[in-house]
């Protein structure tokens, strides 16, 4: 497993989560080389792209998720977070962690976000 998500739960709405994505056997200078990416899908709708954050330490994110959303990184741990704030019903799905880079492109196993109402 290249990617390890972790995180997701049950959580009212207005709540806070916080998803890690650990690259444990990712080498460092790949892991510093390499864009992140947080995406979710809900029952019945395609994967969305939420954040992304590039190596040079840029973010973007995807419209329904700006101002609430942050993703990070912590290269000395491998890790990328995706730290969700003001949470509602509607972001309810399944988040999946993405790595891509030159030669690479993987996928973590996804984390199941529940928002109840």
């Known amino acids: 497993v290249q990617l390890q998500a972790s995180g997701g739960g049950l959580v009212q ?3 806070s989560l916080r998803l890690s994505c650990k690259a444990p056997r990712m080498i460092l200078s790949t892991f510093w080389g390499t864009a992140f990416s947080w995406y979710r899908q809900a029952p019945g709708k395609e994967r969305e792209l ?3 954050n590039s190596p040079d330490g840029s973010t ?16 000395a741990r491998k890790t990328v977070y995706l730290q969700m704030n003001s949470l509602k019903t509607e972001d309810t799905a399944v988040y999946y962690c993405n790595a891509r880079g030159p030669n ?9 976000v529940t928002v109840s109402s």
């Not at 973007?60 to 290269?75: K, L, M």
């Open 13 to 15: 709405a207005g709540g």
């Open 50 to 52: 939420l954040a992304v």
């Open 60 to 75: 973007n994110y995807g419209d329904s998720v700006t101002g609430r959303f942050t993703i990070s990184r912590d290269n």
């Open 104 to 112: 690479l492109d993987y996928w973590g196993e996804g984390t199941q």
